[in-house]
T-cell receptor, first 116, second 113 residues
Framework: AQTVTQSQPEMSVQEAETVTLSCTYDTSESDYYLFWYKQPPSRQMILVIR??????QNATENRFSVNFQKAAKSFSLKISDSQLGDAAMYFC?????????????FGKGTKLTVNP | ETGVTQTPRHLVMGMTNKKSLKCEQHLGHNAMYWYKQSAKKPLELMFV???????ENNSVPSRFSPECPNSSHLFLHLHTLQPEDSALYLC????????????FGPGTRLLVL
């Protein structure tokens, strides 16, 4: 079974600085999807960024980018020019492409605090 | 965001009560999901419905009973719950299929006394 590990329960960053959130995963599959979701204090989970394992190019969405290291099974999220609104829980998630499964496997999350 | 709505937002119930959680999506999606989010634990998938048919049941106890009358509505019927069932219950929807992103509702915070 796949597992997702986020080794940083909490992180903090100064406004306008850059922060990197770590995520590692364990799988025997070669093709899959990886996601970062953000859950602000209001609790609605929002997709931040998505990566398809067969793509070598790292995904980017404005100030958010990932460092996808397939061999190392690492999928870190970099937030540049941090803003107060970035404060939230961030969840890394894995999704298999095999068997038509729609199951997302989540890590325990990293709580990000942005200091003014 | 109003694409996926959930009611109620908060619920307190006794172990002998019967209650239902409701989820509605306004995105034209075909797949709907229930997740459980407990403190200090990863989100756990409970059920998946595609075109109103249940396609995944992640070994959920029978005291949780899902219902999907159409692609826009999903219910979670609760009866004889235990205090350890207290959690945030999240609903999500997607167009269905492996490529599609799941969109989440705000959740129902459930407390079982």
């Amino acid at each position: 079974a796949q597992t997702v590990t986020q080794s940083q329960p909490e992180m903090s960053v100064q406004e306008a600085e850059t922060v990197t959130l770590s995520c590692t995963y364990d799988t025997s599959e070669s093709d899959y999807y990886l996601f970062w979701y953000k859950q602000p204090p209001s609790r609605q989970m929002i997709l931040v960024i998505r990566q398809e394992a067969y793509k070598q190019q790292n995904a980017t969405e404005n100030r958010f980018s990932v460092n996808f290291q397939k061999a190392a099974k690492s999928f870190s999220l970099k937030i540049s020019d941090s803003q107060l609104g970035d404060a939230a829980m961030y969840f890394c998630a894995y999704r298999s492409r095999q068997g038509g499964s729609e199951k997302l496997v989540f890590g325990k999350g990293t709580k990000l605090t942005v200091n003014p | 965001e109003t694409g996926v709505t959930q009611t109620p937002r908060h619920l307190v119930m006794g172990m002998t009560n019967k209650k239902s959680l409701k989820c509605e999506q306004h995105l034209g999606h075909n797949a709907m999901y229930w997740y459980k989010q407990s403190a200090k634990k990863p989100l756990e998938l409970m059920f998946v419905y595609n075109f109103k048919e249940q396609t995944e049941n992640n070994s959920v106890p029978s005291r949780f009973s899902p219902e999907c009358p159409n692609s826009s509505h999903l219910f979670l019927h609760l009866h004889t719950l235990q205090p350890e069932d207290s959690a945030l219950y999240l609903c999500a929807s997607s167009r269905g299929g492996e490529r599609e992103t799941q969109y989440f509702g705000p959740g129902t915070r459930l407390l079982v006394l």
